[in-house]
């Protein structure tokens, strides 16, 4: 008997060593909540000069997220960016490729309990994404709550 939880002991510490090799298992990550672009932007006469935006995320399941982006470059052209839509998500990291028009965008999303680092490229700098003239989305995004948002074009009436 003695022999046989010994054995029993052994190989679940092989095994644990196997597999895990020692290192602590880290949980999944919830990217849900809604994120503001952490910008310098400032009302002068009823306008907003500088970049300002918001990022709304939904976990559909451990591999999908649902994401709202707006991204708005102000006055005096407010000229803006946005998108809705179910991208890939792991290792807390997500990628969204604009599916029509501009095959060369990439929008990478970098997550942190905090926030989330977005980083934009594509060919051409004035007119990527199917954003407006020079919009870009890159920057930080700070955490701002981690309730479920609503999930919606923020650029379009309601």
Same mark, same amino acid.
Do not use: C, F, M, W
């Given at each position: 008997m003695r022999r046989h939880v010994l054995l029993f002991l052994l190989l679940f510490a092989l095994q644990y060593l196997a597999l895990g090799q020692g290192k602590k298992v880290v949980a999944a990550f919830n990217p849900t909540?809604? +994120? %503001?672009?952490?910008? %310098? &932007? +400032? @009302? =002068?006469?009823?306008?907003?000069y500088g970049y300002f935006g918001s990022i709304r995320i939904k976990l559909i399941s451990l591999d999908k997220i649902a994401v709202s982006l707006y991204v708005c470059k102000g006055a005096p052209s407010y000229d803006l960016g946005s998108f809705v839509d179910a991208i890939p +998500? =792991?290792? +807390?990291?997500?990628?969204y490729h604009h599916a029509e028009g501009?095959? &060369?965008c990439r929008i990478t999303f970098h997550f942190s309990p905090k926030?989330?680092?977005?980083?934009?490229?594509?060919?051409?700098?004035?007119c990527g994404c199917g954003f407006g003239f020079a919009v870009l989305a890159d920057g930080y995004y700070r955490k701002? &709550?981690? %309730? @479920?948002?609503? @999930? %919606?074009d923020?650029?379009?009436?309601?």
């Open positions: 909540g809604t +994120y %503001k672009l952490n910008n %310098k &932007s +400032y @009302i =002068r006469d009823g306008d907003t +998500y =792991r290792h +807390y990291q997500a990628v501009d095959t &060369s926030g989330v680092t977005v980083n934009q490229v594509q060919a051409n700098l004035n701002v &709550s981690g %309730k @479920i948002p609503v @999930i %919606k923020e650029a379009k009436d309601d």
